[in-house]
């Protein structure tokens, strides 16, 4: 296997596994975001420092994404490649910003074992609320940035097929008006209008990593050479 197609192959698997792991990790953290009182009560400590562990994961592979597609998208855009990691640098940064204001809610917990005080629940929503924000901003805001740079550059290098592109372009402002939406109030964010506005970029991702992983890089529009052999010359 070439290195452009082992590029090709850890960028689709790198890209599976921030989808899992978004997932996995908002549904563990349900105690702690769903429950006021989680922070005065039993709690569900493995479960909810089990989601941290995820987004750990979730950080680390949005990260792993961009400097691993950035060599390549460099030959076809290099400002709207450095974008495209200057923005998952960012992603992964506000939600590792997110992480930290849940798993603080665990710490508060545990310190304060046995005290009933009106004043930990106030903490406990201030830090929920944290996490909630930087839950709109890092995966809807900025996700629908460095998805909409991405799929141009895809769009017009044709390194994978042109329909799989058009979903990231349709499907990162999609995100961010649905965003804007929450922001202003007209909807939850976990909500079935979010979750339909968010649908695109969902396929976007996926349907990029099975074909990166299934097929590598594509051709270059009306040329004959695969891209790996372009770039190896160039």
Known sequence: MNSMRTTAVVAGVLFLITEVAAVAALLLYQPVLSDANYVVGAGSDGRVLLGGLLELVLVAAVIGTATALYPVLERHGKSLALGYLCARLLEGAVIAVGTVSVLS????????????????????????????????????????????????????????????????????????????????????????????????????????????????????????QPVARQLATA
């Open 105 to 224: 809610v665990v710490t508060l917990r545990r310190d304060s074992a046995g005290i009933d005080d009106p004043a930990l629940i106030t903490v406990s929503k201030a830090l929920v609320a944290v996490h909630d924000w930087t839950f709109l901003l890092g995966p809807n805001f900025i996700l629908g940035a460095n998805s909409l740079l991405l799929a141009t550059l895809m769009y017009r290098s044709r390194l994978v097929p042109r329909p799989i592109a058009v979903l990231g372009l349709i499907g990162g402002p999609l995100i961010c008006l649905s965003a804007t939406a929450v922001l202003f109030g007209l909807y939850d964010q976990l909500s079935a209008w979010g979750s339909v506005a968010a649908l695109p970029v969902f396929a976007w991702e996926v349907s990029l990593a099975v074909y990166l992983i299934g097929k590598g890089f594509g051709r270059s529009a009306g040329d004959t």
